[in-house]
């Protein structure tokens, strides 16, 4: 996951607890997963985070 956020940020993690909630919510035990949260600059369009996940599907 990358966040974007101003200098002197450092509450990624926080930011990315949102996104594994909802994977948690919406996945149940399916959901559980492993994340990294990056700060940087900027995201493309002005984004202010940007996730990427990987399902398999049985």
Do not use: K, Y
Not at 34 to 51: F, H, T
Request: proline share 5%.
């Amino acid at each position: 996951m990358f966040v974007a956020g101003v200098p002197g940020f450092a509450e990624q993690h926080l930011v990315a607890n949102g996104a594994s909630d909802l994977f948690a919510t919406a996945l149940g035990e399916a959901g559980r997963h492993a994340r990294s949260a990056v700060g940087v600059a900027g995201l493309p369009m002005g984004a202010p985070v940007e996730v990427e996940a990987v399902f398999a599907t049985a």
